[in-house]
């Protein structure tokens, strides 16, 4: 069975840090690219970041700079660190692992407010 528990969101003020993490079970981690997307209210689901197996990471114009990507194949373990935070950056912020099949965590709140 496919887990991936993501952990590390909560509400920051703006300009502030969070750093998310995403564990996985049940899949070959090393083989997978990895990818945090995000969901706002009443808003579609899009691509923040990106990191393959091999190669080079990805983000959204959105993020770059401010946001950075890494893996663990380790620990099974992608994380999100997440730095001059905006109210913008507000929503549901999903793990996704793809290979042959993907896969989808059940998302962690990220609240960036005053």
């Known amino acids: 069975q496919v887990q991936l528990v993501e952990s590390g969101g909560g509400l920051v003020q703006p300009g502030g840090s969070l750093k998310l993490s995403c564990t996985a079970s049940?899949?070959?981690?090393?083989?997978?690219?990895m990818g945090w997307y995000r969901q706002a209210p009443g808003k579609q689901r899009e691509l923040v970041a990106t990191?393959?197996?091999?190669?080079?990471?990805n983000y959204a114009a959105s993020v770059k700079g401010r946001f950075t990507i890494s893996r663990d194949n380790a620990k099974n373990t992608v994380y999100l660190q997440m730095n001059s935070l905006k109210p913008e950056d507000t929503a549901v912020y999903y793990c996704?692992?793809?290979?042959?099949?993907?896969?989808w965590g059940q998302g962690t709140q990220v609240t960036v407010s005053s």
């Open positions: 049940g899949i070959i981690f090393s083989i997978y690219a």
């Open positions: 990191i393959p197996s091999v190669g080079m990471r």
């Open positions: 996704y692992a793809g290979a042959d099949e993907g896969y």
